[in-house]
């Protein structure tokens, strides 16, 4: 069974930094590409960030510059380091396992990790 554990959420000032962790099980992970998303209060759920078994990335532009994602094959966990923050940026993070060759998640979801920035 596959476990998504978000976690290193927070309140923080614009401008502010916050690192959030996602411990991966249930599944090789080292050979998936994983993602983080997030969804904003009365928002759709939305990609942030991707990363490839072999470390390429990708991010969406209002995050590309401010955001760094990395992985930790031998611990199974997912890093976001979040720089430069916003309020826009305010929302449930979460980490996901894409499907092959896409940035769409598979189903499996953890409970996410929420980031609050104030202005």
């Known amino acids: 069974q596959v476990q998504l554990v978000e976690s290193g959420g927070g309140l923080v000032q614009a401008g502010g930094s916050l690192r959030l962790s996602c411990a991966a099980s249930g599944r090789t992970f080292s050979t998936d590409a994983m993602g983080w998303f997030r969804q904003a209060p009365g928002k759709e759920r939305e990609f942030v960030a991707a990363i490839w078994s072999g470390g390429s990335t990708y991010y969406r532009g209002a995050v590309k510059g401010r955001f760094t994602i990395s992985r930790d094959n031998a611990k199974n966990t997912v890093y976001l380091q979040m720089n430069s923050l916003k309020p826009e940026d305010t929302a449930v993070y979460y980490c996901?396992?894409?499907?092959?060759?896409?940035?769409?998640?598979?189903?499996?979801w953890g409970k996410g990790t929420l980031v609050t920035v104030s202005s």
């Open positions: 996901a396992v894409l499907k092959p060759g896409t940035h769409s998640p598979m189903d499996y």
